[in-house]
C-alpha cells in the first residue's frame, strides 16, 4: 500500500510539471503582444485672412478599413431603463396654418394679383375664417414699412403697389381668435425683381432685389499689408477709392486726386520690398491716418482691372453692395463706409 502511494504521488508531480512547463513553451513560443497602434496627429484647417478656411487633409490611421455602410445615422447610446415614461419627442414640422385655439381656423384664402393700370401690381385678397374676431393681412414687398390690412373674420381687401423690394414676395393672413390664439396662412405671389444680379447662377442671391442694374468699369486694386484699395468710376455720381481691411471693416472716400497733382510724397521712404501708394491711392493714403495706420505699406503697385458693381435695394441709408474685381473673390460690403461697416469675401 505504501508503495503504491508513493508511485501515484509521483505521477501527479509528473503531471504537474508537464503542465507548466507546456505553458512557459506556449508564453515563450507565442508571446503577446503589449504595443498600441501609432496615434496619427491630426492639424486644425488653418484660416487665410482673405480666402477664408483652407481644409488641411488629415490622414487617418494605417490600414483603415474603408467604410462600407452609407447611412448618415449616428448610432446613440442606449438609455437606461427607468421606472419613470418619457414623453414622445416633440414634433419639429412647422404648419402653415398654426390655430392655438380650438375652432379657431381659415377657411379659405384666395390671393389674385393683376397689373395696376399706373404701373405695378393690384392685389386683392379674399377670405373666410372660423372662430376669428377679426385678421390682419400683410404684403411682403417692403423691408421697413409694411404694407397690410385689418379686417373682419370674413372678407376682402385690395392693395396697389408700385414695386417689390423681394423676389416672390408672400401675401400673410393671420387670424385672431376671440378668446385668444392666432391661425396663420400664407401665399407666394409670382412677381419677380425688376433687376437681376450679376453673380445669378454662380451663387446663391439675396432675398432683397437689386435696387438696378450691375455697372461695369475698369477701376483700379493695390495690395497692402494690412488690406487692399480699390478704385471705381461711376459709383454713386462719381469715381470713389475703397479700404478694405484685414479685420473685416473698411472705409470709401471720393477721389479726388487730379491730373497735375503729385503722385506721391518723395519724404517718404517705404522700407526694402514695399511700396509707397501713388496718384488717387496715395492721396487718401497720406491725408487719413485711419487709412495708413490700417493698411500700412503696400505689397504691390497698384493694377487695372474690371470691376462689377450692384447695390442692393434698401429702405435705409447704407444698405448692402457688391463689387467683384475680376479673378478675385465677389465681395459682399455693409454699412455706409465709417464706423460699424464690414465686408466678407463670398466664395
Given at each position: 500500500?505504501?508503495?503504491?502511494?508513493?508511485?501515484?504521488?509521483?505521477?501527479?508531480?509528473?503531471?504537474?510539471?508537464?503542465?507548466?512547463?507546456?505553458c512557459?513553451?506556449t508564453?515563450?513560443?507565442?508571446?503577446?503582444?503589449?504595443?498600441?497602434?501609432?496615434i496619427?496627429?491630426?492639424?486644425?484647417?488653418?484660416t487665410?485672412?482673405?480666402?477664408?478656411?483652407?481644409?488641411?487633409d488629415?490622414?487617418?490611421?494605417?490600414d483603415?478599413?474603408?467604410?462600407?455602410?452609407?447611412?448618415?445615422?449616428?448610432?446613440?447610446?442606449?438609455?437606461?431603463?427607468?421606472?419613470?415614461p418619457q414623453?414622445?419627442?416633440?414634433?419639429?414640422?412647422?404648419?402653415t396654418?398654426?390655430?392655438?385655439?380650438?375652432?379657431?381656423?381659415?377657411?379659405?384664402?384666395?390671393?389674385?394679383?393683376?397689373?395696376?393700370?399706373?404701373?405695378?401690381?393690384?392685389?386683392?385678397c379674399f377670405?373666410?375664417t372660423?372662430?376669428?374676431?377679426?385678421?390682419?393681412?400683410?404684403?411682403?414687398?417692403?423691408?421697413?414699412?409694411?404694407?397690410?390690412?385689418?379686417?373682419e373674420?370674413?372678407?376682402?381687401?385690395?392693395?396697389e403697389?408700385a414695386?417689390t423690394?423681394?423676389?416672390?414676395?408672400?401675401?400673410?393672413?393671420?387670424a385672431?381668435?376671440?378668446?385668444?390664439?392666432?391661425a396663420?396662412?400664407?401665399?407666394?405671389?409670382?412677381?419677380?425683381?425688376?433687376?437681376t444680379?450679376?453673380f445669378?447662377?454662380?451663387?446663391?442671391?439675396?432675398?432683397?432685389?437689386?435696387?438696378?442694374?450691375?455697372t461695369?468699369?475698369?477701376?483700379?486694386q493695390q495690395?497692402?499689408?494690412?488690406?487692399?484699395?480699390?478704385?471705381?468710376?461711376?459709383?454713386?455720381?462719381?469715381?470713389?477709392?475703397y479700404?478694405?481691411?484685414?479685420?473685416?471693416?473698411?472705409?470709401?472716400?471720393p477721389?479726388?486726386?487730379?491730373?497735375?497733382?503729385?503722385?506721391?510724397?518723395?519724404?517718404?521712404?517705404?522700407?526694402?520690398?514695399?511700396?509707397q501708394?501713388?496718384?488717387?491711392?496715395g492721396?487718401?493714403?497720406?491725408e487719413?491716418?485711419?487709412?495708413?495706420?490700417e493698411?500700412?505699406?503696400?505689397?504691390?503697385h497698384?493694377?487695372?482691372?474690371?470691376?462689377?458693381?450692384?447695390r442692393?435695394?434698401s429702405?435705409?441709408l447704407?444698405?448692402v453692395?457688391?463689387i467683384?474685381?475680376?479673378a478675385a473673390?465677389?465681395l459682399?460690403?455693409s454699412?455706409?463706409?465709417?464706423?460699424?461697416?464690414?465686408?466678407r469675401?463670398?466664395?
Amino acid at each position: 500500500m505504501e508503495y503504491t502511494s508513493r508511485v501515484r504521488r509521483g505521477m501527479t508531480v509528473a503531471v504537474v510539471s508537464l503542465l507548466v512547463l507546456g505553458c512557459g513553451l506556449t508564453e515563450l513560443l507565442y508571446p503577446q503582444s503589449t504595443r498600441q497602434p501609432p496615434i496619427t496627429a491630426t492639424k486644425p484647417p488653418t484660416t487665410s485672412p482673405l480666402g477664408g478656411s483652407t481644409p488641411t487633409d488629415t490622414p487617418g490611421p494605417p490600414d483603415a478599413p474603408a467604410p462600407t455602410s452609407t447611412s448618415t445615422t449616428t448610432p446613440q447610446p442606449a438609455a437606461a431603463a427607468t421606472d419613470t415614461p418619457q414623453p414622445p419627442p416633440a414634433d419639429t414640422a412647422t404648419p402653415t396654418a398654426t390655430p392655438t385655439l380650438p375652432g379657431l381656423r381659415i377657411e379659405t384664402f384666395d390671393v389674385q394679383m393683376a397689373d395696376a393700370p399706373g404701373g405695378g401690381k393690384l392685389i386683392n385678397c379674399f377670405w373666410s375664417t372660423s372662430g376669428a374676431s377679426h385678421v390682419q393681412v400683410f404684403v411682403g414687398v417692403r423691408q421697413r414699412f409694411p404694407v397690410w390690412q385689418e379686417g373682419e373674420p370674413d372678407g376682402s381687401a385690395s392693395f396697389e403697389v408700385a414695386e417689390t423690394l423681394y423676389d416672390m414676395p408672400k401675401v400673410t393672413i393671420t387670424a385672431f381668435g376671440s378668446g385668444g390664439g392666432e391661425a396663420t396662412e400664407a401665399v407666394t405671389l409670382d412677381w419677380h425683381c425688376s433687376h437681376t444680379y450679376f453673380f445669378a447662377g454662380s451663387l446663391d442671391v439675396p432675398a432683397l432685389c437689386p435696387s438696378g442694374d450691375w455697372t461695369t468699369a475698369q477701376g483700379a486694386q493695390q495690395t497692402f499689408q494690412g488690406g487692399a484699395m480699390l478704385w471705381i468710376p461711376g459709383v454713386d455720381g462719381g469715381d470713389r477709392i475703397y479700404a478694405l481691411y484685414d479685420d473685416g471693416s473698411w472705409q470709401s472716400f471720393p477721389d479726388s486726386w487730379e491730373e497735375g497733382m503729385p503722385s506721391h510724397d518723395p519724404s517718404i521712404v517705404p522700407p526694402a520690398g514695399l511700396v509707397q501708394p501713388v496718384r488717387g491711392f496715395g492721396k487718401v493714403w497720406r491725408e487719413h491716418a485711419s487709412v495708413r495706420d490700417e493698411l500700412d505699406w503696400g505689397t504691390a503697385h497698384e493694377s487695372s482691372v474690371v470691376i462689377l458693381h450692384q447695390r442692393q435695394a434698401s429702405e435705409s441709408l447704407g444698405g448692402v453692395q457688391f463689387i467683384h474685381p475680376a479673378a478675385a473673390d465677389l465681395l459682399e460690403l455693409s454699412g455706409l463706409g465709417g464706423s460699424g461697416s464690414t465686408w466678407r469675401a463670398i466664395q
